[in-house]
């Protein structure tokens, strides 16, 4: 068990009746621009901004800040609830279901957070803060819970049961957040983390626990490092330069020591970095044959013998500064060697890992069309099918260039790369469709198949690529994606304004799967056919970005899912096709409100 006080200073600022201090007014006002965000509460919104700085910190991909920040009122003390298993953020069983069943295993991850603009540091409310964590992990809790807490908690008890696969015990992470100064010498405040870390720790449910305390500096820090595109220093001696080659700016081959290699993979916190998006298949865990002989060289064999058994890794990266052996890359993804970068980072802390040699192939390059070239070469196995390929590079930088070509209110940013927009100051967040909410939202609306979204979201994508999969085809035309994407936006920006009831959220892939049907009186056109496609698409679109047309659409679904008859909080139903042809039937006149 591991216990961590980081204390931060600022200077002392006052809230009620008075102005918060300016550097950190600003960030929050940027902040909440970035994510459209409107609100007038500044506890509110600093509590978003600390949640927002802090999973940032935890988690290398791009995510909806309302889905971790716990709704007031019977929140037994806790702001935002965050649970990353294997390197995804969860939110419902389904999703512990399919890692489990893609990785073999679930390394668990469990992240709270409180933020108080006080301008005086207050043990009792860190007190509270603690025994809020405590109690919800507890058999039989004391305090009140929303329906947010009890989701998670829920959550939480189903992860639990499946204690015979964790990689080993949760890891349970805290972070106390304040404007005011913390001293980190007052006894009381001391007196009472320290009690808390040993009432965690002897629950018997975590590998460790971790208390962090942090001043609006330290947040301030958070949230700029979010801002910045993923980048690297390492020591790269044993090396030789490649010949010059057209489009590319710079390309060496060589060995790197895991020493140097794990300051590319892992974060300051100890995590993967999200630099495997470009590779077609996920980490296949170490029941993998191939993954477990790579594990037993490592671990019982001649870690010596690594470099010359394995095919080593490839990184493109867009940017390389250098001096002598010491590298710096910028926005790299590892586009081939997922499989060992993430046994190497299983087998980390094993004896004389740090003088293990790794092949290594560095591409420095600006081009985007190099870029799919080596991805698709680096990936050319046979298990990897070329139709896969193909969905995941070419179909999805065309993708990303059609959203580029709109103009408008209705302009968003697909990002196929995770974190690609964050350095880009001028882009709102939630405009960003990522690539898991695109193939949510176009298979809601164009396969008719939300349930399944929501159940077996994993083995949609495992199919991605094959004949029958039905999505990122490659004779599909973009505009059905881009109305999905905005369908969802929209979706959501009503969601964060208050227009439509939280309670639909959970529901949002079949409010998704209506608007068409609603907004349109004619059939889903012939996928492969531009003119057909547009001519259904572009009403649909233009309806969506009048706001009054749009609010109106979203409110009928809302009343036609109401008219289903079924509980839009329970998991179970919103995963059986039955919900869905009541809501097909409802929408048809077919039930009787």
Not at 202 to 230: D, T
Not at 278 to 306: C, H, K, M, W, Y
Not at 467 to 477: K, N
Not at 558 to 569: N, Q, R, S, V, W
Request: with cysteine; charged share 25%; hydrophobic share 35%.
């Amino acid at each position: 068990m591991s216990l961590c006080l980081k204390a931060g200073k600022l200077n002392k600022l006052r809230i009620q009746g008075e102005q918060m201090d300016k550097i950190t007014k600003q960030l929050i006002s940027e902040f909440l621009e970035s994510q459209e965000i409107e609100s007038s509460d500044q506890a509110e919104s600093f509590e978003k901004f600390c949640n927002y700085s802090i999973l940032s910190r935890e988690y290398s991909k791009t995510f909806d800040i309302n889905s971790i920040t716990i709704g007031a009122g019977s929140d037994t003390g806790i702001d935002g609830i965050a649970i990353i298993i294997n390197g995804h953020l969860v939110e419902e069983e389904a999703e512990v279901d399919d890692l489990l069943e893609s990785n073999g295993y679930l390394d668990v991850t469990y992240i709270f957070t409180q933020a108080k603009t006080s301008s005086n540091f207050d043990a009792k409310e860190l007190q509270n803060f603690y025994f809020g964590i405590q109690d919800f992990f507890a058999d039989e809790p004391q305090l009140p819970r929303n329906e947010d807490v009890q989701a998670y908690a829920a959550l939480s008890s189903y992860i639990l049961d499946k204690a015979p696969d964790f990689k080993e015990n949760p890891k349970c992470k805290s972070y106390f957040c304040t404007t005011g100064i913390f001293n980190s010498d007052d006894k009381n405040i001391s007196a009472v983390t320290k009690a808390a870390y040993k009432t965690l720790a002897s629950l018997n449910l975590f590998e460790s626990v971790e208390h962090n305390v942090l001043g609006a500096n330290e947040i301030g820090k958070l949230y700029r490092r979010s801002k910045n595109p993923i980048s690297a220093t390492f020591n790269f001696v044993n090396k030789v330069t490649l010949p010059e080659i057209e489009g590319v700016e710079q390309s060496f081959y060589g060995v790197l020591p895991f020493a140097e290699f794990k300051k590319i993979i892992i974060d300051e916190s100890g995590n993967l970095h999200s630099v495997f998006n470009d590779n077609v298949r996920d980490f296949q865990g170490n029941s993998n044959p191939v993954n477990r002989n790579i594990a037993q060289t490592l671990t019982e064999e001649n870690p010596n013998l690594f470099c010359v058994l394995n095919n080593g890794v490839a990184i493109v990266a867009g940017s390389l500064k250098s001096s002598g052996n010491s590298f710096t890359i910028s926005d790299y993804q590892i586009v081939n060697g997922c499989q060992t970068s993430n046994v190497l980072y299983e087998c980390r802390n094993a004896p004389g890992m740090d003088e293990v040699n790794v092949p290594l192939r560095l591409i420095v390059t600006s081009d985007e069309e190099v870029k799919s070239q080596i991805t698709v070469s680096t990936n050319n196995q046979t298990a990897v099918k070329k139709e896969q390929l193909a969905a995941m590079s070419d179909f999805q930088k065309s993708l990303e260039h059609y959203y580029t070509s709109i103009t408008g209110d209705g302009k968003l940013y697909y990002e196929r790369r995770a974190k690609q927009y964050s350095s880009a100051r001028n882009i709102a967040k939630r405009r960003i469709i990522t690539v898991p909410v695109q193939i949510k939202s176009f298979s809601s609306m164009f396969r008719k198949n939300p349930h399944f979204v929501t159940s077996f979201f994993g083995r949609l994508v495992k199919n991605i690529g094959e004949a029958g999969s039905r999505i990122f085809e490659s004779d599909h035309q973009f505009a059905t994606y881009y109305l999905a994407g905005l369908a969802y936006y929209r979706l959501d920006s009503l969601f964060n304004n208050g227009t439509l009831d939280a309670k639909y959220k959970k529901v949002r892939f079949f409010i998704l799967m209506l608007v068409p049907l609603i907004a349109s009186a004619d059939d889903t056109p012939p996928l492969n056919s531009q003119r057909k496609v547009e001519k259904y698409c572009d009403p649909i679109i233009a309806k969506l970005n009048n706001p009054s047309k749009c609010k109106s659409i979203y409110k009928t679904a809302a009343k036609i899912i109401d008219k289903a008859g079924f509980d839009t909080l329970d998991n179970q139903a919103i995963k059986s096709k039955e919900f869905t042809d009541k809501i097909i039937a409802a929408y048809n006149g077919e039930l009787v409100s």
